[in-house]
């Protein structure tokens, strides 16, 4: 699985939905629902650093596969999680949602559920 690079988001759906059922404050889902972010990506071995672009911040997430970690959200708020990765797909679950990343083709996909509620975000290396 190679997820280095940069990736602009292309699609999303459910997002707005989503942030509410998460507990993101409305001003974020305002200001995010008209914001598709840019994901700079680096990987070394079982390490992450994903950096996450938009116009209003940018916020930096580090991580070790199989280990527990701290990731912080667009809006600030850190959440305890552990990503691992099966069949290519890296897996990360938090208290709040479940988020799937893959690589399919030249997109990555992002599948994240939390209650019954899945947003999808798809992306191209820029």
Request: some cysteine; proline content about 2%; aromatic content about 8%.
């Amino acid at each position: 699985m190679d997820f280095n690079g940069t990736w602009k988001v292309y699609s999303e759906e459910n997002l707005e939905e989503f942030l509410k059922v998460i507990g993101a404050p409305e001003v974020v889902v305002k200001m995010r629902k008209d914001v598709k972010p840019v994901m700079v990506i680096k990987q070394t071995g079982r390490d992450f650093t994903c950096t996450t672009k938009t116009p209003f911040c940018s916020r930096v997430n580090s991580f070790t596969i199989g280990k527990e970690s701290e990731i912080c959200s667009l809006d600030g708020r850190k959440l305890k999680c552990t990503v691992r990765e099966e069949i290519g797909k890296l897996i990360c679950e938090t208290n709040k949602f479940t988020s799937v990343r893959e690589i399919q083709g030249d997109e990555m996909i992002e599948t994240a559920t939390a209650g019954s509620v899945t947003f999808i975000s798809r992306s191209k290396r820029a």
